[in-house]
C-alpha cells in the first residue's frame, strides 16, 4: 500500500516537474541531460552541498544565455551520502536510466574511484570534483577531474619551505584517504625540494588531543611541522601546538583553507601556513590576475543566491560544468566527441584555476592554481605570489 | 637530546595521556553508572555527551547566558532527555530483554544523532577554555588547565556517587533496586521511578562529560559515536558497574593510547590500546575492578 502511494507521489513529482520544464523546452531542442553525483549529506556536506549550489548556478547560467547550440540544459542530481556504494547505484542509475551525457562529480576519491570502472565501461564522461591523484593517474580515457592534486597543494608548500630555507620537517596526517594520499605526497616529494622528513605521525578524524603526537614530531627536532587533514583535527592540532609552546612555524594543506578553520581555532590559527585556492583571496588579487573577473562574478552569484559564504569547494561542480559545457558545443550530445572535446579544452579560465587539458593530463590546472597565504589577525592574507 | 629532554617527552606523554583519559573516564561513568542500577547498557551516552557539549556551546555563545548558567541550564536539559528516552523508548518494549532493550538505546543513539544535526548543522563547534590561565608547564612537559577540570569532576562525580548510595535514602533503594528489582519492589520501593532517576542522572553525567571536553576538542553532531565507544571500552576495562574502575579503565585507556604514539607508532595507536584491552579482558573477563564474572546473553 505504501510502496503504491509513494509510486502514486513519485509519478505526480515527475509530471509536475514535467509541466514546469515544457514551456521552456516548448521552442527549442531537446534539453541535454547533465548528471551530478555529489555527497549533498552526511559527513562530507561541507563538499557536496556547495557542488551542487555551485552546479546549478552553472546550468542556470548557461540556460539564460540560450543554452548550447539551441539545448537547455538539465540536471539530474543524486545525493551519494559519501558513500562508495550507494555512489555505485545512482551512477547506474544516472547512465542507464537518465541517459546523461556526461556525470559531474562524485565529491570523495573514494567515492569517484568506485564508479571509474563504470564510467569507462558504460561509456560516459566522468569529471570529478575530488582531489585525489589516483582519479586522473594512470590517464584514463573517460574520467577527468577539475579539483587539484594533492600533488600542487604539497608542491606549493615546499617551495614556500625552500624560500625560507627550511630542510627539516615534521609532518602529522589524519587516518583517512585524504591524509594518507597528503602524506605520500610529502614524502615523495620531499628530496626534489631538498627537504627531509624527520619526523611522520597520524592523527584519527575524531581524537580529543593530539599532544601525544605533536611530542614524538618535537623530539625529532624539526625546522617546521605540517599538518594534512580536514576540520576539525588541524584546528584541535592548532591549539596543541600553540599550547605547547612551539618555536617553529606551522604549516597547514588547503583542506582547511576556509573561514571555518579560523573560527574552530581561534587565536591558535594564527600565522599558519597554507597553500589555499585563489577564491579566498580574491579581492587581493591584482587585477592582472585572469582569475580575478570570473572569481568576483562568481563570488557574486552564489552569495547572492544562496546567502552563505562561498567555500573553495562549490568551484570544482563549477568550472567542471563550464568545461563540459565548452566541450558539448557542436557535438549535439554525442558522448565520445564530447570526450575527445574536453580533452582539447585550452585556456579556460574557471574559479579554481587555468585548465589546459590534453590527451595526457586529465586534470588541466598547473601549480598557479594555488597561492600561499598566513593567517594574520584572524584573515588570510596572501604572502607569495 | 639528554635525560632531561627524556623526561621532559615522558611526562608530556603522560598529560596527553590523562587529558583523553579523563574524558573516556567521566564518559565511563555514565555507563557504568546505568548497568550498576538497571542491567542495561545504553548507547546512547555518546549522544548525550554530544548533547551537552553543543547545548552548552550554544547557550553560553550563541544565546550570550554567562557560563555557568550555560553549564546548569545544558546539564538539565539533557537530563530532560534521558529522561523521555526511558519513559517512551525503553519503558515501552513489551518483552525487555537486555537484547532487546540494548537495540532500543542503539535506535536512539540514531536517532538523537540525526535530531542533532537537524539542530546544529553538520559544522563543528569550537568552545573556549573556561579560565584565562594559560597551559600550566611542569618540568618543560605542558599541562592544560582543562585537564585538571576534568579530573577534578571525574573525582567529584565519583565521591558524590559514593556518598549517595552509602547515605542517602533514595542512593540505598536504588542499590537494593540493582540487587533484586523485585525484592525491591515487594519492600515497597518505587523500582520504577528510580529507574528513571539513574537515567537522568547518567544523561545528565553524560551532559557534564560533554561541556568539559567543549574546549580542549571540537564538537559536532556526530562527536558521540567514537567518543561513547572509547568510554564503553573504558567502562569494560574497569570492570561495569564499579565506578572507580570506570575512572581507572578510562584512565589506563588513554595512558594506553598516548604511550602507544610515544613508544610505537601513531597509526599503531588504538591498534595497541586495544590488543592490550582484549588482554586484560582475558585475564579478568570482569574488568580490573569488576566484582563478578559478567554473564554471556
Redesign the interface.
Known amino acids: 500500500m505504501n510502496r503504491t502511494m509513494s509510486l502514486i507521489g513519485k509519478s505526480l513529482a515527475v509530471l509536475l516537474i514535467g509541466l514546469l520544464v515544457v514551456p521552456a523546452a516548448a521552442w527549442c531542442k531537446e534539453p541535454y541531460k547533465i548528471g551530478g553525483l555529489f555527497s549533498v549529506t552526511g559527513p562530507s556536506s561541507f563538499l557536496g552541498d556547495p557542488e551542487k549550489k555551485s552546479l546549478e548556478l552553472a546550468i542556470d547560467e548557461i540556460n539564460a544565455r540560450g543554452g548550447i547550440d539551441g539545448h537547455l540544459l538539465e540536471a539530474v542530481i543524486y545525493d551519494t551520502e559519501g558513500d562508495p556504494g550507494k555512489t555505485n547505484l545512482n551512477a547506474s542509475k544516472l547512465m542507464t536510466k537518465d541517459n546523461v551525457i556526461a556525470i559531474i562529480g562524485p565529491s570523495l576519491t573514494p567515492t569517484t574511484l568506485a564508479i571509474v570502472p563504470l564510467a569507462e565501461k558504460q561509456p560516459v564522461p566522468l569529471i570529478s570534483c575530488a582531489a585525489g591523484i589516483l582519479i586522473t593517474e594512470p590517464v584514463k580515457p573517460w574520467v577527468f577531474k577539475t579539483a587539484q592534486s594533492d600533488v600542487l597543494a604539497v608542491a606549493a608548500i615546499y617551495g614556500h619551505m625552500q624560500k625560507k630555507k627550511i630542510k627539516k620537517v615534521g609532518i602529522i596526517t589524519v587516518e583517512s584517504a585524504y591524509g594518507e594520499s597528503g602524506r605520500d605526497q610529502l614524502t615523495a616529494q620531499a628530496p626534489k625540494f631538498g627537504i627531509q622528513v624527520v619526523q611522520a605521525e597520524t592523527f584519527g578524524a575524531k581524537d580529543t588531543d593530539m599532544t601525544a603526537q605533536l611530542t614524538k614530531v618535537r623530539s625529532a627536532q624539526p625546522e617546521a611541522v605540517i599538518c594534512w587533514g580536514t576540520n576539525p583535527g588541524p584546528a584541535v592540532i592548532a591549539r596543541n601546538f600553540q599550547q605547547m609552546g612551539f618555536k617553529i612555524p606551522l604549516y597547514q594543506s588547503h583542506g582547511v583553507a576556509s573561514p571555518k578553520f579560523v573560527e574552530l581555532a581561534g587565536e591558535a590559527a594564527e600565522n599558519i601556513i597554507l597553500p589555499a585556492g585563489k577564491i579566498l583571496v580574491t579581492d587581493q588579487l591584482p587585477d592582472s590576475d585572469p582569475q580575478k573577473t570570473v572569481l568576483k562574478r562568481y563570488v557574486e552569484q552564489f552569495t547572492g543566491r544562496f546567502k552563505q559564504p562561498v567555500s573553495p569547494f562549490g568551484g570544482y561542480a563549477y568550472d567542471a560544468m563550464m568545461i563540459l559545457a565548452k566541450a558539448l558545443e557542436g557535438t549535439e550530445g554525442k558522448k565520445d566527441a564530447v570526450r575527445k572535446r574536453i580533452e582539447e579544452v585550452k585556456g579556460l579560465v574557471g574559479v579554481t584555476g587555468t585548465f589546459n587539458f590534453s590527451p595526457q593530463d586529465h586534470n588541466g590546472l598547473g601549480p598557479e592554481a594555488f597561492v600561499m597565504v598566513q593567517i594574520q589577525n584572524g584573515k588570510f592574507k596572501v604572502i607569495d605570489q | 637530546?639528554g635525560l632531561r629532554?627524556i623526561m621532559q617527552?615522558f611526562l608530556?606523554?603522560v598529560?596527553?595521556?590523562v587529558?583523553?583519559g579523563s574524558?573516556y573516564a567521566i564518559i565511563a561513568l555514565g555507563f557504568s553508572m546505568l548497568f550498576s542500577m538497571t542491567g542495561l547498557i545504553n548507547f546512547a551516552q555518546g549522544e548525550f555527551v554530544m548533547l551537552g557539549a553543543l547545548g552548552m556551546i550554544s547557550l553560553w555563545k550563541g544565546a550570550g547566558l554567562p557560563l555557568p548558567a550555560a553549564i546548569v541550564l545544558s546539564t538539565i536539559g539533557v537530563s530532560a532527555v534521558g529522561l523521555l528516552l526511558e519513559r517512551a523508548a525503553i519503558r515501552n518494549v513489551r518483552k525487555p530483554h537486555p537484547i532487546v532493550l540494548v537495540i532500543v538505546t542503539i535506535g536512539a543513539s540514531i536517532f538523537l544523532r540525526g535530531a542533532g544535526m537537524l539542530g546544529w548543522g553538520?559544522?563543528?563547534?569550537?568552545s573556549?577554555a573556561f579560565s584565562r590561565q594559560?597551559?600550566f608547564?611542569v618540568a618543560g612537559?605542558?599541562l592544560?588547565p582543562q585537564s585538571l577540570f576534568i579530573l577534578a569532576a571525574v573525582l567529584l562525580i565519583v565521591f558524590g556517587l559514593q556518598f549517595f548510595h552509602r547515605r542517602t535514602l533514595t542512593g540505598k533503594a536504588m542499590l537494593a533496586c540493582a540487587i533484586s528489582k523485585r525484592a525491591a519492589w515487594l519492600q515497597g520501593i518505587p523500582s520504577e521511578r528510580l529507574v528513571l532517576l539513574a537515567f537522568a542522572l547518567s544523561a545528565g553525567m553524560g551532559a557534564i562529560g560533554g561541556i568539559l571536553?567543549a574546549p580542549?576538542?571540537?564538537s559536532?553532531y556526530?562527536?558521540g559515536?567514537?567518543?561513547g565507544l572509547k568510554g564503553f571500552c573504558a567502562a569494560m576495562l574497569g570492570g561495569l558497574g564499579s565506578s572507580l574502575g570506570a575512572v581507572l579503565g578510562g584512565l589506563l585507556l588513554g595512558l594506553l593510547?598516548?604511550f602507544g604514539?610515544?613508544f610505537f607508532?601513531?597509526?599503531l595507536?588504538?591498534a595497541i590500546a586495544f590488543v592490550l584491552l582484549l588482554g586484560i579482558l582475558y585475564v579478568r573477563p570482569g574488568g580490573i575492578l569488576g566484582a563478578k564474572v559478567v554473564k554471556r546473553f
Open positions: 637530546m629532554g617527552e608530556q606523554y598529560f596527553s595521556g587529558t583523553n574524558v553538520k559544522e563543528s563547534y569550537s573556549p594559560g597551559a608547564e612537559a605542558t592544560l571536553i580542549i576538542s571540537m559536532s556526530d562527536m559515536m567514537t567518543l593510547e598516548a604514539v610515544g607508532s601513531s597509526s595507536k588504538d
